[in-house]
């Protein structure tokens, strides 16, 4: 039978699963795949709706969009040797695509994972109670935000992170006490995500912490706990086998640097005389923004003839230096000699990022200090072109004899763009802006996207589900609430901010303010509970539960 309210079919106890007249006998794969596109038409139109923008998105810049860190992670993937600025989880995963020599593949499968989390905030809300309407309603930033369709469109890991921890939630909110194997499962898919990005280092603790409140049990516990430790653990034993160390960068310690850079003052701080080299005289506002203090070997104009801490220290234009054991030492101490001095104005500058989130309009930034530049925009021909640095290769193959003229000396340049040829074909995987396709998603990013503000409001809503659930310890909303709460508000606490760490928390943020009119079974629904309202203050008439 057909529930009414979820939408979902039910077997009545003792029934023949298969078709009338053909008891027993299961029905075929197809049909069961064809049969709940039909009972939940109307969501079906808006997936399909979605598909049809990523498949725009792909004609309009063939086969798939780069940027800076790109290269990075495709030299990772080829070298197999642990990068100290980034965990490898996302090269392990393009390893597996190297040997198809196509670059349309991993679009093809990076889009597929903005649909995939979309369908499952839709189907775990449904499960939950809500109409088909309420139910689309979170999943649309997901399906249809622009931003996030340029993410899934780009070598980047922040699809694959993000579609890992939706996921994990996903799964773990379906149920109130989840079986011990989705627990596991849930565990490996944030252990692998916290080697995707750092940024999901403590994500497993906010998993804990949310199943300790739902009092799932001991064993749940522990299924989640083990699972998630167990990538973390063996990642660590091969970045030592490398590196000497147990850990899963070397990066933490200058981040954190960058991130205080925007207000130290060694006169407040009073460093160890082994720290000082990295004090920077050079005032406030001449120093570059944080996200790209730790790159840049000058301070901004008019003092742009004075040389970076960070560069003095290392003395090279090679920021790989500013990753080793030693540098990210010193600066780590640093950054937290400068918070413990300083901690009103760490708080200023966290607070004055996180609220940069919340803004309607995406300040423009020509310097693509935020996240908002052309590098994560759909942009002209000329303007992808101009992205590709000169250590990436030439842009395209006609150009390859004078690149190598030019730079062929340079050994890992040679071998970044062996690594592009190897994931992108002979192309390269070079990207190929084609009209009119490219004109079309040109213009639907200037509409169709998630406001800050908008995304505010959706915070709230899930914060208040949360509280409306005190008795309960804010219920099955607190776990994605928290989650999505914490990816808005790490990164500025231990880097900066940019617009696109902000997409990470959106599909979890989405899911929390949904769940906020979710109810248990034997519950009252959310239309039931709205009448009781208007009872309560004499304006309603009686209605019946659903």
Same mark, same amino acid.
């Given at each position: 039978?057909?529930?009414?309210?979820?939408?979902?079919?039910?077997?009545?106890?003792?029934?023949?699963?298969?078709?009338?007249?053909?008891?027993?006998?299961?029905?075929?794969?197809?049909?069961?795949?064809?049969?709940?596109?039909?009972?939940? !038409?109307?969501?079906?139109?808006?997936?399909?709706? #979605?598909?049809?923008?990523?498949?725009?998105?792909?004609?309009?810049?063939?086969?798939?969009?780069?940027?800076? +860190?790109?290269?990075?992670?495709?030299?990772?993937?080829?070298?197999?040797?642990?990068?100290?600025? @980034?965990?490898?989880?996302?090269?392990?995963?393009?390893?597996?695509?190297?040997?198809?020599?196509?670059?349309?593949?991993?679009?093809?499968?990076?889009?597929?994972?903005?649909?995939?989390?979309?369908?499952?905030?839709? #189907?775990?809300?449904?499960?939950?109670?809500?109409?088909?309407?309420?139910? %689309?309603?979170? #999943?649309? $930033?997901? *399906?249809? =935000?622009?931003?996030?369709?340029?993410?899934?469109?780009?070598?980047?890991?922040?699809?694959?992170?993000?579609?890992?921890?939706?996921?994990?939630?996903?799964?773990?909110? !379906?149920?109130?006490?989840?079986?011990?194997?989705?627990?596991?499962?849930?565990?490996?898919?944030?252990?692998?995500?916290?080697?995707?990005?750092?940024?999901?280092?403590?994500?497993?603790?906010?998993?804990?912490?949310?199943?300790?409140?739902? @009092?799932?049990?001991?064993?749940? *516990?522990?299924?989640?706990?083990?699972?998630?430790?167990?990538?973390?653990?063996?990642?660590?034993?091969?970045?030592?086998?490398?590196?000497?160390?147990?850990?899963?960068?070397?990066?933490?310690?200058?981040?954190?640097?960058?991130?205080?850079?925007?207000?130290?003052?060694?006169?407040?701080?009073?460093?160890?005389? =082994?720290?000082?080299?990295?004090?920077?005289?050079?005032?406030?506002? *001449? @120093?570059?923004? %944080?996200?790209?203090?730790?790159?840049?070997?000058?301070?901004?104009?008019? +003092?742009?003839?004075?040389?970076?801490?960070?560069?003095?220290?290392?003395? %090279?234009?090679?920021?790989?230096?500013?990753?080793? $054991?030693?540098?990210?030492?010193?600066?780590?101490?640093?950054?937290?000699?400068?918070?413990?001095?300083?901690?009103? +104005?760490?708080?200023?500058?966290?607070?004055?990022?996180?609220?940069?989130?919340?803004?309607?309009?995406?300040?423009?930034?020509? =310097?693509?200090?935020?996240?908002?530049?052309?590098?994560?925009?759909?942009?002209?021909?000329?303007?992808?072109?101009?992205?590709?640095?000169?250590?990436?290769?030439?842009?395209?193959?006609?150009?390859?004899?004078?690149?190598?003229?030019?730079?062929?000396?340079?050994?890992?340049?040679?071998?970044?763009?062996? #690594? @592009?040829?190897?994931?992108?074909?002979?192309?390269?995987?070079?990207?190929?802006?084609?009209?009119?396709?490219?004109?079309?998603?040109?213009?639907?990013?200037?509409?169709?996207?998630?406001?800050?503000?908008?995304?505010?409001?959706?915070?709230?809503?899930?914060?208040?589900?949360?509280?409306?659930?005190?008795?309960? !310890?804010?219920?099955?909303?607190?776990?994605?609430?928290?989650?999505?709460?914490?990816?808005?508000?790490? $990164?500025?606490?231990?880097?900066?901010? %940019?617009?696109?760490?902000?997409?990470?928390?959106?599909?979890?943020?989405?899911?929390?303010?949904?769940?906020?009119?979710?109810?248990?079974?034997?519950?009252?629904?959310?239309?039931?509970?709205?009448?009781?309202?208007?009872?309560?203050?004499?304006?309603?008439?009686?209605?019946?539960?659903?």
């Amino acid at each position: 039978m057909t529930n009414a309210t979820t939408g979902s079919d039910r077997i009545v106890p003792g029934q023949p699963s298969g078709e009338p007249g053909e008891p027993g006998e299961r029905r075929p794969l197809l049909a069961r795949l064809v049969r709940p596109t039909i009972t939940h !038409w109307q969501f079906t139109i808006v997936a399909l709706a #979605a598909i049809v923008v990523r498949i725009v998105v792909i004609l309009g810049y063939r086969p798939i969009l780069w940027f800076n +860190d790109s290269y990075n992670y495709v030299y990772d993937a080829v070298t197999h040797v642990p990068d100290e600025t @980034r965990p490898n989880g996302y090269p392990f995963f393009l390893d597996l695509l190297l040997a198809l020599h196509s670059a349309y593949p991993l679009a093809l499968l990076q889009a597929a994972t903005g649909t995939v989390m979309g369908v499952g905030i839709y #189907a775990l809300l449904r499960h939950r109670g809500l109409p088909w309407w309420g139910a %689309s309603l979170p #999943a649309l $930033p997901v *399906l249809f =935000d622009a931003y996030e369709l340029h993410l899934e469109h780009m070598v980047t890991a922040d699809p694959l992170f993000i579609f890992l921890v939706t996921i994990a939630v996903v799964i773990l909110c !379906w149920s109130d006490r989840p079986s011990i194997l989705v627990t596991a499962v849930a565990g490996l898919l944030i252990g692998y995500a916290s080697l995707v990005r750092s940024v999901g280092e403590p994500l497993l603790v906010v998993v804990l912490v949310s199943l300790l409140a739902r @009092r799932v049990g001991w064993r749940r *516990l522990a299924a989640v706990v083990v699972a998630g430790i167990a990538p973390i653990a063996a990642y660590m034993f091969w970045f030592h086998a490398s590196t000497g160390n147990y850990a899963l960068t070397e990066s933490s310690g200058t981040f954190l640097y960058g991130r205080v850079s925007t207000f130290a003052d060694c006169a407040r701080i009073k460093p160890p005389a =082994d720290l000082q080299v990295l004090c920077d005289p050079t005032p406030l506002d *001449l @120093r570059p923004a %944080s996200a790209e203090y730790i790159w840049t070997d000058n301070e901004l104009a008019p +003092d742009a003839s004075t040389t970076t801490p960070l560069y003095n220290l290392t003395h %090279s234009t090679n920021t790989a230096l500013r990753f080793t $054991p030693y540098v990210n030492g010193l600066t780590g101490k640093f950054a937290k000699d400068a918070i413990l001095a300083q901690p009103f +104005d760490y708080l200023r500058v966290v607070t004055h990022d996180t609220l940069h989130t919340f803004g309607w309009n995406r300040q423009p930034d020509p =310097d693509d200090y935020y996240g908002n530049g052309p590098a994560f925009q759909f942009v002209s021909s000329w303007e992808v072109n101009a992205l590709i640095p000169w250590w990436a290769g030439p842009k395209d193959s006609a150009e390859f004899s004078q690149w190598a003229a030019e730079y062929g000396n340079d050994t890992t340049a040679r071998q970044i763009y062996a #690594a @592009r040829l190897d994931l992108g074909g002979p192309g390269a995987g070079d990207t190929q802006v084609v009209a009119p396709w490219a004109h079309l998603i040109q213009t639907y990013q200037r509409y169709i996207y998630l406001r800050g503000t908008l995304l505010g409001i959706i915070v709230l809503i899930g914060v208040a589900g949360v509280l409306a659930r005190w008795r309960r !310890w804010g219920g099955i909303g607190l776990l994605p609430w928290l989650v999505g709460a914490l990816l808005i508000v790490l $990164p500025p606490m231990t880097a900066g901010f %940019s617009y696109r760490y902000v997409l990470a928390a959106v599909p979890t943020a989405c899911l929390a303010a949904g769940l906020a009119f979710a109810r248990r079974p034997g519950e009252k629904s959310v239309g039931t509970l709205t009448a009781d309202l208007r009872r309560h203050f004499g304006r309603g008439v009686e209605v019946e539960e659903e």
